[in-house]
């Protein structure tokens, strides 16, 4: 072999020894790097399972409860109640993540009967399995497989275990006021139960396959507020106005939107329109009035002629015949729900106010459920918690009750006014004519133009427009001939705010030749003139005038000293108005009572209302009244 073939093969198995040194410290660097790869980690994972975790806890309270009252009409009760609701936890523990503190706000649902049962107190015993994240799940009855832990090497045998205790408790105080045979309870609960979850995991992890994880959760629970239950007569349940008895006519106007009719065009033009929202006039009432008038009658829309009343009747500053729809114009917005779009500058009506144009239809209903006329119209529901004002309002998109719609404006909902009203002495108008409404004697309980506050069924007493009448003790010879009223019975607004001449200028309150839109053939009497009231006021529409003005039986009234009936002499005899001694709306006495101290003076330190002193069987009155002194007079029913 030549000299230079064996310096080749010697450079040969140099580069073979160098390559194979080079694969060989190779090998030490890989057998490192997996050394290091499945070493390295473990104290890592030990640092990583010794820091503080966050468990995040979902909690349903779910508390039940029942009620078992037995209440008197016109009781209060009193009752304590206390509950532990059942809890239902689900927990998330995530690594180095700060701690969470969940809010629950559970609702107790409103039922007949409510009990307030505890049960609570979850136990939790997960098993893990293989992962990252440790998810407990816990239940009151049963318990709860959460999943955790380490990725290990070899096959781990994990164990885990977590106790969440939950021991909320609530109390508050049931106030039931019952007055009629029947009632709807409404149930408000707001118990705030803060729950603070803490959690240790300490991960130990050695060369042998052994993983042992410990999470201890600790949920603690702070409730804070109350259970009310509030309980009144309710004739009939919160619900949906009923179906129109009679089914719309083709060329109805307000329910016939199809190809097949003109209806949309009876108020809308596409290129001519004159008003807002494409109307056929520039003023909203002038499009109503397109059917609804005399001028209408061959209008083969045309609808009741309601035009007179807004015409024939003119208001002042201080003596109201109509609701105006004329006095203001583009004021009104669609769904006005907020508190001043009513108010100040902005109070107005318009016809939209009461009536939904696309949904009102002919029909019947009965109080106090939505007339069908009304149908599609907001109103605004109160919050009755007691006696007085409302705790608060919902305005509703469709009412359901005719007073709903009232209290968008006759309520403290939006802001009232405070104008001096006009009133009536039985001959003419008399300036600040409502003394209750607006007298500075510090006795005199002020009547209040919040008809919310004036019609909570709350109060001792009302005319029966939210719920049934408290005072369920009437005599039928007290109800007038053909009114179909009775102790029972619910009314609307509209049965005492109407117009009288309705035959030519239809129902509603639109408007009325009487003050304060009143039904009736005379005005109602609110200055004690001394003379009789006249029979055709709107009092007498439903209550008998024979019984209460006239010389009618003593057995026909429950106000009576044997068998003198004492409505007949006061009215009769000595001229006093109703007004004299009861509010017309509501009143925090019992029988609507608020005497006018510009007529009465209490005896002592009694006020307007605390001078009638009620008792089982009738009652008394402390008071001076036209130089009689009634120290005190006691009656008997």
């Known amino acids: 072999m030549s000299r230079r073939y064996s310096t080749v093969y010697r450079l040969l198995y140099l580069l073979i020894a160098v390559m194979v040194c080079l694969f060989a410290f190779a ?30 806890p979902t909690l349903m309270l779910t508390p039940t ?25 689900t927990s998330t523990s995530t690594p180095d993540l700060a701690i969470a503190t969940p809010t629950q706000m559970p ?41 955790a832990s380490v990725v290990p090497t070899p096959t781990p045998s994990p164990t885990e275990s977590a106790t969440p205790t939950a021991t909320p408790v609530f109390s ?6 019952q007055t009629a045979e029947t009632a709807t309870p409404y149930v408000t609960a707001t118990p705030w139960f803060v729950l603070t979850a803490t959690a240790t995991i300490s991960a130990y992890i050695e060369i042998s396959p052994t993983v042992v994880v410990t999470a201890t959760p600790i949920f603690t629970s702070t409730p804070s507020g109350r259970i009310i239950v509030h309980m009144y007569a309710m004739a009939t349940p919160i619900a949906q106005a009923p179906a129109p008895t009679l089914i719309p006519s083709a060329n109805d106007p307000h329910v016939s939107y ?32 397109a059917c609804h008038t005399a001028a209408g009658a061959s209008n083969p829309f045309a609808g009741t002629n309601i035009q007179p009343a807004f015409v024939n009747n003119t208001n002042t500053a201080t003596r109201f015949f109509k609701h105006d729809v004329a006095a203001t114009s583009g004021v009104h917005q669609a769904l006005e729900s907020s508190l001043d779009q009513f108010g100040a500058a902005k109070r107005h009506v318009e016809c939209e106010d009461c009536h939904e144009p696309h949904k009102a239809t002919r029909g019947s209903a009965s109080a106090p459920f939505l007339q069908q006329v009304m149908n599609g119209t907001s109103g605004v529901d109160a919050s009755w918690t007691g006696a007085g004002l409302p705790a608060g309002y919902t305005f509703m998109t469709q009412a359901e009750r005719e007073y709903q719609v009232c209290f968008k404006c006759h309520s403290s909902f939006t802001y009232l006014p405070s104008y001096l009203p006009d009133g009536w002495n039985g001959a003419d108008y008399v300036a600040n004519g409502l003394p209750k409404l607006t007298s500075p004697n510090s006795n005199q309980i002020l009547d209040s133009r919040d008809m919310a506050r004036e019609f909570n069924p709350n109060n001792a007493s009302f005319h029966p427009v939210t719920a049934q009448g408290v005072n369920q003790n009437i005599p039928a010879g007290s109800w007038a001939a053909g009114s179909g009223m009775s102790s029972a019975s619910m009314i609307y607004c509209s049965s005492c705010h109407n ?25 109602y009497t609110s200055i004690d003139a001394r003379q009789t009231p006249n029979s055709k006021e709107v009092c007498f529409q439903c209550h008998n005038y024979s019984t209460y003005a006239g010389s009618g039986s003593g057995a026909d009234t429950n106000f009576r000293i044997g068998t003198d009936n004492l409505h007949s002499k006061h009215v009769a005899e000595k001229g006093a108005s109703c007004y004299a001694c009861h509010n017309s709306h509501g009143s925090e006495q019992l029988y609507l009572i608020n005497f006018d101290l510009s007529v009465v003076t209490p005896n002592g330190s009694a006020n307007s209302q605390s001078a009638y002193i ?24």
């Open 27 to 56: 090998g030490t660097i890989y057998t490192a790097m997996m050394q290091e790869i499945t070493a390295q980690p473990l104290p890592r994972m030990a640092a990583i399972g010794a820091e503080t975790s966050t468990i995040t």
């Open 65 to 89: 409860a029942t009620l078992a009252l037995t209440a008197t009409p016109g009781a209060i009760v009193n009752q304590a109640a206390t509950a532990t609701p059942t809890l239902v936890a």
């Open 499 to 523: 117009n009288p001449d309705s035959a030519t200028q239809g129902l509603g309150p639109h408007g009325s030749s009487n003050l304060h839109i009143l039904k009736g053939g005379a005005n």
């Open 258 to 289: 199809d190809t097949s009719t003109s209806s949309c065009a009876a108020c809308h033009r596409t290129h001519t329109a004159q008003g807002t929202v494409l109307r056929t006039a520039a003023l909203e009432e002038n499009v109503c009035f």
């Open 614 to 637: 009620p008792t089982t069987n009738g009652g008394s009155c402390a008071l001076s009244c036209h130089g009689k002194d009634h120290n005190p007079l006691s009656y008997s029913r």
């Open 107 to 147: 609702t107790v649902p409103p039922t007949e009967s409510v009990v307030l049962t505890p049960t609570s107190s979850p136990t939790e015993t997960p098993a893990p399995t293989e992962g990252v994240v440790a998810t407990p799940t816990s239940s009151p009855t049963e318990s709860a497989t959460p999943t």
């Open 172 to 177: 508050g105080t049931m106030v039931v006021t």
